[in-house]
């Protein structure tokens, strides 16, 4: 008897070895997948002029943060976080034009790319708002905007989450930590 209980194990071990990994099989799916959906690539010109975009962006944020004042490490000025920060961006800036031209992970620009900019369009609207009708309208627009037209989300989600959004933002920015904003609605 004992003679014939190896022979099964040994049968079962085949059929599992023969059996198809799947999750390589999922892996390999997903990856191919993402392959098919990515944007051609963009080549050496499009990271050239990525990084001439950010380091202009880093000089023209470094120059308006040097305007506000720097003041010292010991009472730094309005402007001494954000010039900081700006000179950060222009050292990447400038690493990614050194070595920018070697890479490959560009994508060419798209019809999809635009959403980026309508993003950073929207974002500007709401400073521009903000003086003019306070926090809370142009807050709840810009996150409509952003989820039901540029997210797709549907509208029940959209409004939800751009409300409470918004009241989170509210409460948090004007009692949590009492930054006065201009706003409509007084509590």
């Known amino acids: 008897m004992s003679e014939?209980?190896?022979q099964p194990a040994r049968d079962d071990l085949k059929a599992v070895e023969q059996q198809p990994d799947i999750l390589a099989e999922i892996q390999a799916?997903?990856?191919q997948d993402l392959a098919d959906e990515r944007p051609p690539a963009g080549g050496p010109a499009y990271q050239l002029v990525s990084a001439l975009v950010v380091l202009a962006f880093g000089l023209g944020a470094a120059v308006l943060a040097w305007g506000y004042g720097l003041g010292s490490l010991r009472r730094p000025g309005p402007g001494l976080w954000?010039?900081?920060v700006s000179v950060l961006i222009i050292v990447l800036a400038v690493i990614l034009l050194a070595i920018g031209r070697t890479l490959d992970d560009t994508?060419?620009?798209t019809r999809a790319s635009l959403l980026v900019l309508v993003g950073a369009a929207t974002f500007v609207g709401l400073g521009v708002l903000l003086p003019l009708v306070g926090f809370e309208i142009p807050a709840v627009l810009l996150g409509i905007i952003w989820l039901r037209f540029l997210g797709g989300e549907s509208w029940r989600s959209t409004i939800l989450v751009s409300v409470l959004t918004t009241a989170a933002f509210y409460?948090?920015?004007l009692y949590a930590l009492?930054?006065?904003l201009p706003?409509?609605?007084a509590l």
Do not use: C, G
């Open 171 to 173: 409460f948090l920015f």
């Open 82 to 84: 954000p010039f900081v």
């Open 4 to 6: 014939t209980h190896p």
């Open 107 to 109: 994508e060419k620009f």
């Open 183 to 185: 706003h409509l609605i």
């Open 29 to 31: 799916e997903v990856a």
């Open 178 to 180: 009492s930054v006065p």
